[in-house]
């Protein structure tokens, strides 16, 4: 079992320049979502989605977009990349089980932008 | 702004001490909290969890105390092992689809 899959490990990007952020899960997990994780702020939602075609905004949507057109995959889009988003990416996915909610992590993409 | 606030944002602690991480949130709707372990170079993995009708739970040597008028809850990790070196996160549950906020992390170095 792979679990949740992130793509590339590290990237390093122009200002400007657009990139996609690979996440696919074989776990049939409804919810997947994007974080960003930051020093001293903690993991910062940027997306969700909670079945295939169903997405919406976290706390940090700005300047990212996803789409859901599987349960396997859910995609992050940089469109136009700034270095304010310099961060280390983490796709997580989980049941959606209104007892426990288990969010299982990628192991994370690293991106720079210059 | 974050709903959850963890303290501290370090801890050194020696072998076979106790660790103790404290969280305090605002938003009376979080429904659970569970507490993810991440070391270098990994994505955060689920540690232990509770519910807000339970004021203690524990695994192994990883308790949760909860305090629900409070509105707070902290992670302590007994006889503290140098395998457990690694950032502790504390989050709470928004809603039943399995939005979480975190808290900004703490990171634990147990020396030998």
Redesign the interface.
């Known amino acids: 079992n792979a679990g949740?899959t992130q793509t590339p490990k590290f990237q390093v990007l122009k200002t400007g320049q657009s990139m996609t952020l690979q996440c696919a899960q074989d776990m049939n997990h409804e919810?997947m979502?994007w974080?960003r994780q930051d020093p001293?702020?903690?993991?910062?939602?940027i997306h969700?989605s909670?079945g295939a075609g169903i997405t919406d905004q976290?706390e940090v949507p700005n300047g990212y977009n996803v789409s859901r057109s599987t349960t396997e995959d859910f995609p992050l889009r940089l469109l136009s990349a700034a270095p304010s988003q310099t961060s280390v990416y983490?796709c997580?996915s989980?049941r959606?089980?209104?007892g426990?909610?288990?969010?299982t992590?990628?192991?994370?993409s690293r991106l720079t932008v210059l | 702004q974050?709903q959850?606030k963890?303290s501290p944002?370090s801890l050194i602690v020696q072998k076979g001490g106790i660790s103790i991480i404290n969280c305090a949130y605002e938003n009376t709707a979080f429904d659970?909290f569970?507490w993810?372990q991440q070391f270098p170079?990994?994505?955060?993995?689920?540690l232990i969890?509770i519910?807000p009708d339970v004021s203690e739970k524990k695994e192994g040597r990883f308790t949760i105390s909860f305090n629900k008028s409070a509105k707070q809850f902290s992670l302590h990790i007994m006889d503290s092992q140098p395998g457990d070196s690694a950032t502790y996160?504390c989050a709470a549950?928004a809603d039943?689809?399995?939005?979480?906020q975190?808290?900004?992390?703490t990171q634990v170095v147990v020396t030998p």
């Open positions: 949740v919810y979502s974080y001293g702020m903690g993991l910062r939602l969700y909670v976290g983490f997580a989980s959606i089980n209104s426990a909610n288990v969010l992590f990628g192991a994370g | 974050q959850v963890q944002q659970y569970p993810y170079g990994k994505g955060p993995a689920l969890a519910r996160f549950r039943s689809w399995g939005k979480f975190f808290g900004a992390g």
